[in-house]
């Protein structure tokens, strides 16, 4: 996306890198004879947008009435954006860890799908009965993975996040 003029559209950044990686064996596309089609790179573009990774703004040819999109990225906020995710990982791995330390949870040890978990109020409510088959619910052991949690929550803390900006 870095380019010498300012408007880049999707259709040059698709010739830009098929220019780029012309005769290195590298197909993106192995089931078609194009090595790279506009759709994955608009697929890319869209998925930097939802990141706020890449902007663009969208104006109407004349002529064929069909939008064009210029793109520029927007890799200056990338270091805020980690860091955002991090702190948003960790709010939510703390109150899952949270959630399952504070609950006694029960599973139906005769159904196939044993991933179904009830907690102590809802296994009341069933009268410690499966809702499906009628079999007794039995008590989980969650230590792995209060376990599991606490480690991840330790690793996401100890993980740094750093950019470096040379160009």
């Known amino acids: 996306m870095n380019s010498e003029s300012q408007d880049i559209t999707d259709e040059d950044i698709t010739e830009n890198i098929k220019d780029r990686i012309e005769g290195k064996n590298i197909d993106f596309e192995p089931d078609d004879s194009e090595i790279l089609k506009l759709n994955t790179v608009r697929k890319t573009l869209y998925k930097l947008y939802s990141e706020k990774l890449a902007q663009f ?15 520029w990225h927007e890799f200056d906020l990338l270091e805020e954006i980690l860091i955002e995710k991090r702190k948003r990982l960790e709010r939510k791995l703390r109150d899952r860890l949270q959630f399952e330390e ?27 009965r499966c809702p499906n088959c009628g079999g007794s619910l039995e008590a989980q052991d ?3 993975i209060i376990t599991f949690l606490k480690e991840k ?15």
């Not at 690793?155 to 040379?166: E, G, Y």
């Open 57 to 71: 703004r969208r104006i109407r040819d004349k002529s064929t009435g069909w939008f064009i999109y210029y793109w």
């Open 102 to 128: 504070n609950n006694y949870f029960f599973v139906c040890k005769n159904c196939n799908d044993q991933n179904i978990k009830y907690n102590f109020d809802e296994a009341f409510e069933l009268n410690f």
């Open 142 to 144: 969650n230590q792995k």
């Open 153 to 167: 929550v330790v690793l996401n803390q100890k993980t740094k996040i750093a950019i470096d900006r040379k160009t």
